[in-house]
Nanobody, 123 residues
Framework: QVQLVESGGGLVQAGGSLRLSCAASGRTFSSYGMGWFRQGPGKEREFVAAISWGSGRTYYADSVKGRFTISRDNAENTVYLRMNSLKPEDTAVYYC????????????????WGQGTQVTVSS
């Protein structure tokens, strides 16, 4: 069982930056693939970024590539999402997710989810 708690959301102006954190419980965090997803107002949940277990390979949605960076600190049981050059269209609730078998874009393959943190980007 893994419990995830996101933090770091808030209100920021367009062009600004935020860093989201996702703290995980459990002693096997390093063996989980981790993902960030978001759901904007009136939109479906979408994939943002993922990082693998082991070597920490990363993968990004085209909409955030070059602006967002996912990373993990296995000693701290935490995954991060650094968001730069934020745009109003990045406004959403951001969720982190964990999977023992997947680290890609398929949300239904992640077994554990956090409660989400709101990111609002003003123009």
């Amino acid at each position: 069982q893994v419990q995830l708690v996101e933090s770091g959301g808030g209100l920021v102006q367009a062009g600004g930056s935020l860093r989201l954190s996702c703290a995980a419980s459990g002693r096997t965090f390093s063996s989980y693939g981790m993902g960030w997803f978001r759901q904007g107002p009136g939109k479906e949940r979408e994939f943002v970024a993922a990082i693998s277990w082991g070597s920490g390979r990363t993968y990004y949605a085209d909409s955030v590539k070059g602006r967002f960076t996912i990373s993990r600190d296995n000693a701290e049981n935490t995954v991060y999402l650094r968001m730069n050059s934020l745009k109003p269209e990045d406004t959403a609730v951001y969720y982190c997710a964990a999977s023992a078998t997947h680290w890609g874009t398929y949300s239904d393959r992640y077994a554990y989810w956090g409660q989400g943190t709101q990111v609002t980007v003003s123009s």
